[in-house]
């Protein structure tokens, strides 16, 4: 499917899923910053996601399966949408604020468009354009809380820094699903979500076991060696991040950008800080304000203009 494919509800409640999933994974990473070391949290996180697809998909794993043969396929996605995303995410969340991580993040649709055009030849239309601006205008009214001279005091640190080279992994990841390399992946492994995904993890394993080593043998920040605080809290928090954020909504954006392509799929990644917003508001005991109302509708408004024919 092209970008230009039509939305149908459907596919937008499998879009939906991801954002939601991704706002959840975003608090549990701030909340379990001082709790466990974020590369560790990552590498410790897809563990239990592969453990969990073992029965549905260890053959793939198998020498004979074809996995093997396509190493290096699959070893370039491992590294882009398990290792290098969602471990730079999580150090952004221990050196960022939230308002800064989510305002940065909102700029994957751009780098979206621009991967695809400079990578894959794909033309960049005005209505695309112009519902990436409409859709991050509904992000900053979201994080602005509705009032735009909050804009003044957003400071940016090296955090920042880590979330911009997440979104451009994020951006790569998501094309390579649906313009592989050549010579594809093979039916039977892509074909099958959970041995496609678990092939993924095999990987991603791989170069997250090896940044976790280096966190521990190189400790930051303070020079303090890193420790992990074992309770129920790190373990619910382990659960979460292992089914939500990471098999459930890594299957619904598989499947939503194979209907609608990577660009008109990224738009409803502004859906994750109004959802975050949401989030923190009901664990404040705070309910909605009329500003979210105005950012959910941007948001809409700008993913409905760029998917249109």
């Not at 991040?241 to 990577?262: D, K």
Request: charged share 10%.
């Amino acid at each position: 499917m092209t970008s230009s494919a039509r939305l149908t509800p459907a596919t937008i409640a499998l879009l939906l899923v991801p954002p939601l999933m991704w706002a959840g994974n975003a608090v549990v990473g701030r909340m379990m910053y001082q709790t466990i070391p974020p590369i560790t949290f990552n590498f410790v996180r897809w563990v239990l996601a592969g453990l969990l697809l073992l029965p549905l998909a260890g053959w793939v794993l198998r020498p004979g399966s074809g996995l093997w043969a396509h190493r290096r396929r699959f070893a370039l996605l491992g590294l882009l949408g398990v290792g290098l995303y969602n471990t730079l995410q999580y150090l952004a969340l221990k050196t960022s604020t939230p308002l800064n991580v989510t305002l940065v993040a909102a700029s994957i649709p751009v780098w979206m468009m621009l991967v695809g055009r400079l990578c894959y030849q794909v033309p960049i239309s005005r209505r695309a354009v112009a519902g990436a601006l409409l859709s991050f205008c509904g992000v900053v009214v979201v994080l602005t809380r509705g009032q735009l001279v909050q804009l003044d005091a957003i400071r940016f640190v090296p955090g920042d820094g880590w979330i911009l080279l997440a979104t451009l992994a994020w951006a790569f990841y998501s094309w390579l699903l649906v313009r592989p390399p050549a010579g594809g992946y093979p039916a039977h492994i892509q074909g099958d979500w959970a041995a496609f995904l678990l092939a993924q993890i095999a990987f991603g394993l791989c170069w997250s076991g090896l940044m976790t080593t280096g966190e521990w043998l190189w400790p930051q920040g303070d020079g303090a060696p890193p420790a992990i605080q074992w309770g129920w809290p790190l373990v619910l928090a382990l659960v979460y991040v292992a089914t939500g954020p990471s098999l459930l909504a890594y299957r619904c954006w598989g499947l939503g950008i194979a209907r609608v392509g990577p660009t008109v799929a990224s738009f409803f990644n502004n859906l994750t800080p109004l959802f975050a917003a949401l989030m923190s508001a009901l664990m404040l005991g705070d309910m909605p304000r009329p500003y979210h109302a105005v950012g959910f509708f941007l948001i809409v408004g700008g993913i409905l203009v760029s998917s249109r024919r």
